[in-house]
């Protein structure tokens, strides 16, 4: 059974710019969400989606955005990308009756210069 | 809100000592815990969890018990291997909710 996956590995972009990063969850799982890994703050979440929707987001600003497709796969956008978005993006999936148990990708690295 | 705090570390340990990575909770309810491990270059990988008050979680020689009276989840093994030397993490979800809130990870390095 193929895991978690996510596209690109890395990802470099200047500060302003856009950045969409890719998800795609285990088979049969319906959940996902997006942490970010940044250096010195440790892992924190982004955003839940479920059933093609957005259930939940945490303490970030609207420029991080992003949307689950009919097949449960996901999208991350970063707007207007500043210095300190630089960090290690993991999606993980869970499924519907063990929401609990989250499953992670390998990430994307995202480099703002 | 709902928080995790555990010993940062980094900790260095030889093959074969015994490991103790502590870990605390504050949380409303009663939380689902879980250690994630990150092994270098890697995402996480789920090493064990607990959902209710006396629990023991266990996996690859790794054991936490979910003690309510002490809102802990200690992770501990009895003797450590060079291919343990990873980033720990211990995380909770909250009654109610579905995302992780984490610590900030304990990095564990064994030697030969």
């Known amino acids: 059974e193929a895991g978690v996956t996510q596209s690109p590995t890395h990802l470099i972009k200047t500060r302003g710019q856009q950045a969409t990063l890719r998800c795609s969850p285990i088979s049969g799982h319906t959940s996902v969400y997006w942490y970010q890994q940044a250096l010195g703050l440790g892992l924190q979440f982004l955003l839940w989606y479920d059933e093609g929707e957005e259930r939940n987001r945490g303490n970030f600003p609207p420029r991080f955005s992003g949307r689950q497709f009919p097949n449960y796969s996901s999208e991350l956008n970063v707007n207007a990308l500043e210095l300190e978005d630089s960090a290690l993006y993991l999606c993980a999936s869970s499924f519907l009756a063990i929401r609990n148990e989250q499953f992670f990708g390998p990430g994307t690295r995202l480099t703002v210069l | 809100g709902d928080s995790v705090t555990q010993m940062e570390g980094p900790v260095t340990l030889s093959e074969e000592a015994c490991l103790t990575i502590n870990c605390t909770y504050t949380a409303t309810g009663y939380p689902s815990l879980f250690w994630y491990v990150q092994y270098p270059g890697e995402g996480l990988q789920l090493l064990l969890k607990?959902?209710?008050?006396?629990d023991k979680g266990s996996n690859k020689g790794f054991e936490a018990t979910y003690r309510k009276e002490t809102t802990s989840f200690h992770l501990e093994k009895g003797s450590v291997q060079v291919s343990d030397s990873a980033v720990y993490f211990c995380?909770?979800?909250?009654?109610?909710?579905?995302?992780?809130?984490f610590g900030k990870g304990t990095k564990l390095s064994v030697i030969p």
């Open positions: 607990a959902t209710k008050a006396d």
């Open positions: 995380a909770l979800t909250g009654a109610g909710s579905y995302q992780l809130t």
